[in-house]
């Protein structure tokens, strides 16, 4: 998603997770290609088990994450409580939590400019060999198998060939978009 702030355009790429345990691996995955995340907790029910788990997974891979508290129109919310338990739980700094309602549309505008300013740009040498990450792959009647990558040094362009790392096997880039 290319999103425009302060003037400029920033290039976004934004992964959806899903919040249960049960999909560890596609959560560990995703998080492999990107360099934060957002921690959302619903503002009525607090820090849960699943919020604990993806929490840990992203701490893990080094990923800076960004609070975000949901749900903050409901009348059982507590943002002050899910606020404090994101405090003393996880250790990170709420002073740039979003408090937001995806139902009402409160405060939803703020969310990506923190995303902006907080989660550093990817950094990587155009200079080294290839280095990449296989987030995910479909095929197209049209244009056979696309791969979604996450670059992490090095360059590609069509007409390249590429080499796979688990299997050796040699492919040919046909065609490189954004």
């Given at each position: 998603?290319?999103?425009?702030?302060?003037?400029e355009?920033?290039?976004?790429h934004?992964?959806?997770?899903?919040?249960?345990?049960?999909?560890?691996?596609?959560?560990?995955?995703?998080?492999?290609?990107?360099?934060?995340?957002?921690?959302l907790?619903d503002?009525?029910?607090?820090?849960?088990?699943?919020?604990?788990?993806n929490?840990?997974?992203?701490?893990?891979?080094?990923?800076?994450?960004?609070?975000?508290?949901?749900?903050?129109?409901?009348?059982?919310?507590?943002?002050s409580?899910?606020?404090?338990?994101?405090?003393?739980?996880?250790e990170?700094?709420?002073?740039?939590?979003?408090?937001?309602?995806?139902k009402?549309?409160?405060?939803?505008?703020?969310?990506?400019p923190?995303?902006?300013?907080?989660?550093?740009a990817?950094?990587g040498d155009?200079?080294?060999?290839?280095?990449?990450?296989?987030?995910?792959?479909?095929?197209?009647?049209?244009?056979?198998?696309?791969?979604l990558?996450?670059?992490?040094?090095?360059?590609?362009?069509?007409g390249?060939?590429?080499?796979?790392?688990?299997?050796?096997?040699?492919?040919?880039?046909?065609?490189?978009?954004?």
């Open positions: 998603m290319v999103y425009k702030y302060k003037g355009d920033y290039l976004l934004l992964v959806d997770t899903p919040g249960h345990v049960d999909f560890r691996a596609e959560v560990s995955r995703s998080y492999a290609s990107c360099g934060g995340a957002i921690l907790v503002a009525s029910q607090g820090v849960q088990a699943q919020t604990v788990a929490f840990f997974l992203a701490f893990s891979q080094g990923l800076h994450l960004i609070p975000i508290i949901n749900k903050v129109d409901l009348p059982s919310a507590d943002a409580r899910a606020l404090e338990q994101i405090k003393t739980s996880f990170l700094d709420v002073e740039n939590a979003v408090l937001v309602s995806a009402t549309g409160l405060n939803v505008e703020a969310v990506l923190v995303v902006i300013e907080k989660i550093p990817p950094i155009a200079k080294k060999p290839l280095r990449l990450l296989l987030v995910d792959s479909w095929y197209s009647t049209y244009k056979g198998v696309i791969l990558v996450r670059i992490f040094d090095g360059t590609i362009k069509a390249d060939q590429i080499t796979s790392f688990a299997t050796g096997l040699k492919y040919i880039v046909g065609e490189v978009g954004i």
